[in-house]
């Protein structure tokens, strides 16, 4: 996936479509965007991730202009957008929850940004009535807003922003409101769409599956940094902090120390040694080891780089894979899942502790990281 | 008797006596207002004992060209009171949502003032400034007087109302393209009307209605009705004065008659057109 | 292209930006800032400004710094003025809050669409000259009025009852002119209050009227303070209804107000008068928005 990039530092103009280069915000004393930079790809599909007041909202509306940035610089299109009012903009939002103005009806609701840019009126309907098309809504235009379901209501933003045809779609949280199968499946409407117009979109959420199953990059954010920019698949597996590791899914975290160097580095925790490919990492850097449930094995013999051992405590029945629960001697937790072939100890049984080499994603302490970083900020 | 139908009854009885209570309270509401109408058909000239039926006084009041003319200047006042209260009100409550200044507190609370003092210290003072301020009693400083009066109902059924608005409403528009005035227009103004009609129609009444502030302001030539009829008192207010008093009466029922009217017929086409819609569908 | 630019130099664009924003929403409020400190603030300052000045001969004012006016108030028989409309505006306002609060009980329950039409019937007698249809007191309540005709006829009496000119008649005017404005704001903090609270209340073994009073009538304490001010302060300067039903034997504070600045024309007097009653319903609204009020309810 680096290919394109030919050089990290400067990226190539006519694939960044939005760029923030350094930019703060400060509510009076609350520092609530950290340094940020980001550059987003024409057409691509990217998340802003994170727990609820890590600042994506306020991200995003520096992005439209509702909100100045305290420092640093934002541009659309290679183009400092700094002195650009919102409706001076070539982005258009879909907010949270939906801004439907109530006192006009749908066509007019979808109309409105065209009305504005004083559109001849044949041609506002036939822009409208291919929108409605699109958003599955036709029949729907002279109808009330708040006559309308949740979903329908969404559909009708949507539709709203997309008619003026935005160089970037904004979304904040555009599904929160919906019920868990509305969701999925507007999920994958957002999805087609966006495929279907090559529309950039940007789009936040706190719901880490959504984001996982929607984008085409994540930028999982936490208290105003962003910690990761990358594909969900490499979000995933290859989480690069501990924030990440933690947020998306679940994941045992061991605290260790590089013992022995190589290709295959030995780390020793505090419960004993284990194993990681040891590609670039120093003998005596301390590192978090990240292991998702699933890869966590065990067995009643010790295997050979592994020494840790923990007692079993409690099984879990989750449908049709069991998760269980052991204790290391430290007294932490640590989880299993995908349990379903074998055959499974008891309770308060010893058992030693392993995965395969693959599995054990060393995450490397702050400050060594930056380069990473800036890598993917690109 | 089970208990649940002892209390079931208890209930029944109860919610009965309430609402004979309700219909007399309405009735203690209503009947100086019947009293007021039949009165206007009374055969005598100092109006305090009924001496028989006649229709005279609305004749009276068709060729009293005086009692028009107060009538218009009643009209006058409150119309354009209530039309300044209006823009002012609306302007400032949309302004002071979102503009940050000092003193924007303050200016605030201070349009409590004429709600919470009694209005004849609100009159006398603004006859102070009047007097001093070289304005001179009269049509504009009755004007003046009155929409002081009436701006702070305005200012706060607007102001609750947009603060119960959803904001993002108007950056809604601003980011489809609209400017600031476009968005006031077509979307602020519309979100708030229901609060600046009744805001309005609230100001008007009391505008209408007001004798102490009038009073104090006015000069020889500007006489209202409530003025009129308050110089009346002493004598006893003339059958005349119940006959125009019918007749504004009558006016506003019509009024709101026809708004109801209309909006229902509104609701109805918009209803029809939603159906017809659905059928398609 | 990727260039940093300073901090400053946003700092400077964001604060242009800023400032053409403040200028749009200044014009906005430029005129009710400019009413209210005018005819609002000024007006009130004046007052202040001619309470301590002298009186002068023949109803003149002498522009010199005296108490006088302020002394006087408490001659005895300013006192006894402001005995008398003290005790009818509080019976006025008791009366009110009493008989109003069931009456907006009874239109909060009754659903929005209904209430609506509740609060419209209320307002009636004041789409038309109020003032004429408190005559019909007059007409009713006199010697020879509807009332006395009824109590002469079924022996109730063997002549004539004083119905008029007497404090009795005084509040009836008062409650019949301020009873909507009681009834208003104790309507939209009932419609406010949330009705699960009462419905916890009997869930948690209270009976209705327990319920009633330790949860309706705590929750809905702002919107009854509302109604307090809104009958007790208008009811202390409403000269006409005195003269009207008073028959101008009792005289109450807004009767010796307009009096000064008509008949008797003592300005500063008048204006001490007004001061002091103006500064006591100030002190009433820090107590009520101490206690929680929002002054929004006033406004209904
Ligand atoms: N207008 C504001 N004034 C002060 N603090 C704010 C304002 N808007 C947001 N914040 C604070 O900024 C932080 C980030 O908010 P936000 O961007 O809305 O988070 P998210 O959308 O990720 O939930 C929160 O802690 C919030 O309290
Ligand atoms: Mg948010």
Not at chain 1, 153 to 181: F, H, S, T
Not at chain 2, 169 to 181: F, P
Not at chain 3, 25 to 37: Q, R, T
Not at chain 3, 283 to 294: A, C, E, F, P, S
Request: hydrophobic residues 45%; neutral net charge.
């Amino acid at each position: 996936m680096t290919e394109w990039i030919k050089n990290p530092e400067i990226p190539a103009e006519n694939d960044m479509i939005v760029s923030l280069l350094n930019v703060e915000k400060w509510y009076g004393p609350v520092h609530v965007v950290k340094n940020m930079s980001m550059h987003i790809r024409r057409g691509e599909f990217l998340t802003l991730l994170g727990p609820s007041g890590c600042g994506k909202t306020t991200t995003l509306r520096m992005i439209s202009g509702f909100e100045e940035q305290t420092s640093g610089l934002i541009m659309i299109e290679n183009e400092n957008v700094d002195m650009k009012e919102p409706y001076q903009r070539s982005v258009n939002t879909v907010f949270q929850n939906y801004a439907l103005f109530p006192n006009l009806n749908v066509y007019d609701n979808i109309a409105y940004g065209l009305k504005v840019k004083r559109m001849g009126k044949a041609e506002i309907r036939e822009k409208v009535e291919a929108m409605l098309e699109l958003v599955q809504l036709k029949g729907f235009e002279k109808r009330r807003v708040d006559q309308m379901s949740g979903g329908q209501k969404q559909r009708v933003a949507i539709a709203r922003a997309l008619v003026n045809e935005p160089k970037v779609l904004l979304l904040d949280e555009p599904l929160g409101a919906l019920d868990m199968k509305l969701r999925k499946q507007m999920q994958l409407e957002l999805k087609r769409l966006q495929k279907k117009l090559n529309i950039t979109f940007v789009y936040v959420t706190h719901d880490q599956e959504e984001a996982l199953t929607m984008s085409d990059r994540i930028a999982v954010m936490n208290q105003g940094v962003i910690e990761q920019l990358d594909t969900p698949k490499n979000i995933y597996e290859k989480p690069g902090t501990k924030f990440v590791a933690n947020f998306i899914g679940e994941t045992n975290l061991f605290e260790a120390v590089i013992t022995k160097k190589g290709e295959i580095a030995t780390v020793g925790t505090e419960c004993g040694n284990a194993q990681i490919f040891g590609d670039g990492i120093e003998e005596g850097e301390n590192l978090y080891v990240s292991v998702r449930p699933e890869d966590l094995r065990f067995s009643d013999e010790p295997v050979e780089g592994f020494s840790i051992r923990a007692r079993v405590k409690e099984f879990i029945y989750v449908g049709n894979i069991t998760k269980m629960i052991a204790e290391l001697p430290t007294g932490e937790d640590i989880k299993f899942a995908r349990l379903h072939t074998g055959s499974l100890p008891e309770v308060s049984d010893l058992i030693n502790v392993y995965w395969n080499i693959k599995d054990g994603i060393p995450i490397r302490i702050r400050e060594e990281k930056t380069v990473t970083d800036l890598k993917n900020a690109i | 008797m089970t208990k649940k139908s002892k209390r079931e009854s208890r209930r029944r009885i109860f919610d009965r006596a309430y609402n004979v209570y309700a219909f007399l309270m309405f009735t203690f509401l209503y009947i100086p207002v019947v009293v007021m109408i039949v009165f206007s058909f009374n055969n005598s000239r100092n109006n305090t004992i009924w001496e028989g039926f006649t229709t005279d006084w609305y004749g009276v009041l068709f060729e009293d060209a005086d009692i028009w003319i107060i009538l218009g200047t009643t009209l006058i006042i409150a119309i354009i009171s209530t039309i300044l209260a209006v823009v002012i009100g609306t302007l400032g409550a949309v302004g002071m949502s979102k503009a940050k200044f000092i003193g924007k507190t303050f200016t605030a609370t201070i349009l409590y003032i004429p709600i919470v003092i009694p209005e004849i210290v609100l009159a006398v003072a603004t006859l102070l400034v009047v007097r001093q301020g070289g304005i001179g009693l009269g049509l504009v400083a009755m004007i003046l007087g009155n929409t002081t009066l009436i701006l702070p109902y305005v200012f706060i059924t607007v102001k609750s109302r947009l603060a119960g608005m959803d904001p993002s409403i108007e950056e809604a528009s601003l980011d489809l393209g609209a400017d600031r005035g476009y968005t006031f227009v077509h979307v602020t103004i519309p979100a708030i009307l229901p609060a600046i009609v009744s805001g309005g129609f609230m100001a008007f009444t009391l505008a209408v209605d007001d004798l102490i502030i009038s009073n104090f302001l006015a000069n020889a030539e500007t006489v209202t009705l409530p003025i009129k009829i308050y110089s009346q008192l002493r004598r006893g207010i003339n059958p005349e004065i119940n006959a125009i008093s019918t007749l504004i009466l009558l006016a506003f029922f019509i009024c709101i008659g026809f708004f109801l009217l209309a909006s229902r017929i509104r609701e109805g086409r918009k209803r029809r057109l939603e159906q017809a819609d659905d059928a398609e569908i | 292209m990727v260039k940093k630019i300073s901090n400053s130099a946003v700092a400077e664009k964001n604060k242009r930006k800023r400032k053409r924003k403040m200028l749009s929403n200044g014009i906005l409020c430029a005129p009710i800032v400019i009413w209210s400190f005018l005819l609002i603030v000024l007006p009130l300052l004046c007052l202040l400004f001619m309470s301590f000045m002298t009186k002068g001969p023949m109803g003149t004012v002498r522009y010199q710094f005296s108490l006088e006016s302020y002394a006087t108030i408490f001659e005895p028989m300013y006192f006894t003025v402001v005995e008398k409309s003290v005790f009818i505006a509080l019976w006025t306002t008791i009366l009110c809050v009493l008989f109003g609060y069931p009456m907006a009980y009874f239109i909060a329950r009754k659903g929005p669409k209904m209430s609506g039409v509740f609060m419209m019937m209320l307002m009636i007698p004041f789409w038309t000259n109020v003032l004429v249809v408190v005559y019909s007191f007059v007409i009713m309540l006199n010697n020879s009025g509807v009332i006395n005709s009824i109590l002469l006829f079924f022996g109730l009496a063997d002549k004539p009852v004083q119905l008029l000119y007497t404090d009795g008649s005084i509040m009836i005017g008062m409650v019949y002119m301020l009873l909507p404005f009681a009834i208003m704001p104790m309507y939209s903090s009932i419609e406010k209050m949330d009705k699960n609270l009462v419905e916890a209340s009997k869930d948690l073994g209270a009976g209705p009227i327990e319920t009633f009073f330790r949860v309706t009538l705590s929750l809905t304490k702002p919107g009854i303070f509302a109604a307090v001010i809104l009958v007790f302060v208008p009811c202390i300067g409403f000269y006409m209804i005195t003269d009207m039903l008073g028959g101008g034997t009792s005289i109450m504070i807004g009767n010796v107000i307009y009096n000064q600045f008509t008949s008797a024309r003592n300005w500063p007097f008048g204006s001490a008068l007004s001061i002091v009653l103006a500064a006591v319903i100030l002190i009433m609204l820090l107590v009520y928005t101490k206690i929680g009020g929002d002054l929004d309810d006033l406004g209904v």
